[in-house]
């Protein structure tokens, strides 16, 4: 018998609730990591604009906000983002990319939570089911 024969053999013999678990889990870390390296991309090349968000578009999953910012060489930039944490008016820090400016996030340099939300979550599940399966 294989390794791989073996590992099937005792997954068939795991809770289906824990093996969901465990690979929502593993998904919610590979975000994080996802949003991590994005953030590092912009931390690293981006460069730092004040913006404001303008309005609000669409409904539901679909809503988004409307940023508009000046780059160095001021051009006025004015592009939908998915980030909702923040208000009509208010100013926000952008990091944008010199290259093409349309792509760009809204935070500061040194901004952490997004991925470390979706890591700790992900930890947390995979504990669970950790200890669920050694109790």
């Known amino acids: 018998m294989t390794l791989f024969d073996s590992v099937l053999t005792y997954l068939a013999t795991v809770d289906s609730d824990l093996l969901i ?40 999953d ?28 208010e100013e926000v820090p952008v990091l944008y990319n010199p290259s093409n400016p349309s792509d760009f996030i809204i935070g500061s340099p040194h901004e952490t939570k997004p991925f470390f939300l979706f890591t700790v979550v992900g930890l947390l599940l995979i504990a669970y089911v950790v200890y669920m399966l050694l109790r």
């Open 21 to 60: 678990c465990f690979l929502v889990g593993l998904v919610f870390i590979l975000v994080g990591e996802l949003i991590k390296r994005q953030y590092a991309h912009f931390q690293q090349h981006g460069i730092p604009a004040q913006g404001i968000i303008l309005d609000f578009r669409g409904t539901g």
């Open 62 to 89: 679909n809503r988004r906000c409307v940023v508009r910012f000046v780059t160095q060489d001021l051009r006025w930039i004015t592009e939908e983002s998915s980030d909702l944490n923040y208000a009509q008016g």
